[in-house]
């Protein structure tokens, strides 16, 4: 049981790049999330979904796009990279059993020059 | 949406005192109130959470209570060790949704 994983670890990119950050989870969970962490802000919710087929923005969802699959994965898509994004971004899935717990991914750090 | 505010965002102590950080939030219908525990280079991972149902919750050196009156609620470390260093997040839920918001973070430091 892996848990949460996430790929790439580590990403630097060029003003204007494409690139996808993948996420998959072995749990079964229906909710899945990303957030970006930023120092002194905490984490931000960028887009999360409460199923296969289901997605929705949370408080930072411009210039990310999201699509949901399967119930394993959740890819988190940029579009056209800018320095703004420069974060780590951590991907989450969430029990929606009575304990409610969400998992967090180990994290991807990405950088935009 | 739901703001959550928490202090102190550093806090340093001795190995063997206690350590208290303190959250609010500001919408009565969240209901769902976890900590996390991030150490360096790993994602947040869960160590005790609270439903608005319950005033006190405690596990081991660790608990969390609860005012919904005040909408407060704080994470209370007891016995502190050098491997609780780490950086602590609060987070508020709406227990039918899947969004949580979380507060800025607290570094905290167990001094040997």
């Known amino acids: 049981n892996a848990g949460v994983t996430q790929t790439p670890k580590f990403q630097v990119l060029k003003t204007g790049q494409s690139m996808t950050l993948q996420c998959a989870q072995d749990m079964n969970h229906e909710y899945m999330s990303w957030y970006r962490q930023d120092p002194g802000m905490g984490l931000r919710l960028i887009h999360y979904s409460v199923g296969a087929g289901i997605t929705d923005q949370g408080e930072v969802p411009n210039g990310y796009n999201v699509s949901r699959s399967t119930t394993e994965d959740f890819p988190l898509r940029l579009l056209s990279a800018a320095p703004s994004q420069t974060s780590v971004y951590f991907c989450a899935s969430t029990s929606t059993s009575v304990s409610r717990a969400q998992y967090f991914g180990p994290g991807t750090r990405l950088l935009v020059l | ?112």
Do not use: M
């Open chain 2, 1 to 112: 949406g739901e703001n959550v505010e928490q202090h102190p965002s550093t806090l340093s102590v001795q190995e063997g005192d206690s350590a208290v950080i303190k959250c609010t939030y500001s919408d009565s219908a969240s209901n769902y109130f976890p900590w996390y525990k991030q150490e360096l280079g790993k994602g947040p991972q869960l160590i005790i959470d609270i439903r608005s149902n319950v005033g006190e919750k405690k596990d081991q050196r660790i608990a969390v209570t609860l005012n919904k009156t005040a909408k407060h609620f704080s994470l209370h470390i007891t016995e502190t060790q050098p491997e609780d260093s780490a950086v602590y997040f609060c987070a508020a839920s709406v227990h039918t949704g899947n969004q949580f918001y979380f507060g800025t973070g607290t570094s905290l430091t167990v001094i040997p």
